[in-house]
């Protein structure tokens, strides 16, 4: 008696169809082409200096991508997020320089301040019901105006500066802009955070009942409201874990450069965004990964730097921008459809 063929339905899927369910796919395969014709096409790239300088350029980048994924695969935006950066770095450098206060509790009442620029963010969203889009467009001009008018008002310049001679700099300046020393180039401390917050994101993500509640909150709210997933305070807290990556970058621009612009950080939100977006994340939410908005910032930091090694005129990086940004989303798109017919 001839044994009858499996059920197709309980037969593990192929290990090409387990490839393409995942968001970060298509920014792997991007990242090795970018990284392939740089290293051929210049001689810097591949040097101790080359990578230092590329995996620097993507670090503080990355550390704001990952974030910024995590609030897109819950299914919203964050255009305060750029301009969070600087505040945090002068409200620390402020408190440093002008009040005397020592570095560590300046970065922690920055970070209380971002958390609550996160926390306003979420909860104007959840209560109004208005896009984020437009909440924190507020947001941003707010913070811009801030910025502004408080550093001049307290400086009479729209700098800060002075951050090395106060009181705990030097240990809070290791642990977020110090350098370790290999094959004869620097690499700074910033690509270990970077590293540091892409693992936890990515295990909260995929192995925490949070990380469930964000792709649901992302997928449909109305359905996961009704399944019992806390829909505002899991939007709440995307915000505040955004607004907290701004301040580790904030922290590590003001360590490390000891002044800080009040306009520094305008236009870097989208810069996170389009990296969240290569990277495999879709502007409609409940789809994305943080590993794949990592590799997003790599390959920003790896095209940005590899143009400058081959000599090209900087404004060619605008149309590497624009044609990455629609080859994603078109990518996403075809991954995003090819997962839904293999998980039916």
Do not use: H
């Amino acid at each position: 008696m001839t044994p009858a063929p499996p059920d197709e339905r309980v037969r593990p899927p192929r290990l090409l169809d387990r490839l393409v369910v995942r968001p970060e796919i298509g920014s792997l395969l991007g990242a090795l082409l970018v990284f392939t014709f740089f290293s051929l096409v210049t001689e810097r790239f591949l040097s101790a200096g080359g990578v230092a300088t590329w995996l620097d350029d993507a670090s503080t980048l990355g550390i704001m991508a990952v974030a910024v994924a995590l609030l897109m695969v819950g299914g919203e935006f964050d255009l305060s997020a750029g301009v969070l950066t600087a505040s945090t770095a002068l409200v620390t450098a402020v408190l440093a320089t002008r009040l005397g206060w020592n570095t560590w509790l300046a970065l922690l009442a920055s970070l209380v301040f971002a958390l609550a620029v996160g926390a306003l963010n979420g909860w104007l969203v959840v209560r109004t019901g208005l896009p984020s889009f437009i909440v924190t467009l507020g947001t941003f001009l707010a913070l811009q105006g801030l910025n502004l008018g408080v550093t001049r008002l307290v400086t009479g310049t729209v700098q800060v500066s002075g951050m090395r001679s106060a009181d705990g700099y030097a240990s809070a300046g290791f642990l977020f802009a110090s350098t370790v020393t290999f094959g004869g180039s620097a690499f700074y401390v910033s690509i270990a955070w970077w590293a540091l917050v892409t693992v936890v994101a990515a295990v909260v993500l995929l192995r925490t009942r949070f990380g469930n509640w964000v792709f649901a909150v992302g997928g449909s709210a109305v359905s996961a409201r009704a399944v019992g997933v806390p829909v505002a305070r899991t939007k709440v807290l995307l915000f505040m874990t955004t607004a907290g990556a701004a301040w580790l970058v904030g922290s590590i621009n003001i360590l490390r450069f000891t002044s800080v612009q009040a306009n520094q950080g305008i236009g870097l939100e989208f810069q996170f965004i389009i990296a969240a977006v290569i990277g495999g994340c879709l502007l409609t939410g409940g789809f994305g990964s943080a590993v794949g908005a990592a590799i997003g910032a790599l390959i920003f930091g790896m095209a940005r730097q590899g143009i400058v090694y081959a000599n090209w005129n900087s404004d060619w990086f605008q149309l590497f921008l624009g044609v990455m940004l629609l080859a994603a989303v078109l990518v996403n798109n075809a991954l995003r459809r090819r997962a839904e017919r293999v998980r039916r």
